[in-house]
């Protein structure tokens, strides 16, 4: 029996009914290859793969992947927008207060919404969403030398 093979950026794209090009392509294995990036590290990525592409193509096009459920659009407070492609799990992010770097953090509790908010509103809540703040491990490092 062999394994279920993982779908191509292009399968993919098909999949969420977009339009496949060479620069949607090229961006999405660019953010999936990458680490919680912004735009404009996304851009040079995408230019690195595929020749010039306007800046405004790739908001459009993160705007587009974003919205079929692609990629995921995460804004530490006080930074850029970046993007991901882990997407569909609730995972939560840690954030460095001295250099900005951003990781993954699974779930804090129990499934999905992970969090029961004290009080919901009369919301039913699907989706948590958790940033921790602290210093990473070179950062403290270096603050304790």
Excluded at 43 to 71: F, N
Excluded at 82 to 101: A, K, L, P, Q, T
């Amino acid at each position: 029996m062999t394994a279920p093979q993982t779908p191509t950026a292009a399968e993919e794209l098909r999949g969420a009914g977009l339009r496949v090009t060479a620069a949607r392509v090229a961006l999405l294995d660019t953010v999936r290859h990458g680490d919680h990036l912004d735009v404009e590290a996304i851009a040079s990525g995408v230019r690195d793969r595929v020749g010039h592409v306007s800046l405004q193509a790739v908001y459009e096009a993160l705007h587009a992947l974003t919205a079929a459920g692609l990629l995921r659009r995460i804004e530490p407070s006080g930074s850029p927008a970046r993007f991901e492609g882990r997407v569909g799990d609730n995972h939560h992010h840690v954030v460095c207060r001295s250099c900005g770097v951003v990781a993954d953090v699974d779930c804090a509790v129990g499934e999905a919404p992970c969090l029961t908010a004290s009080n919901d509103q009369g919301f039913v809540i699907d989706e948590a969403e958790v940033i921790y703040w602290g210093l990473c491990p070179n950062c403290s490092s270096a603050r304790n030398s």
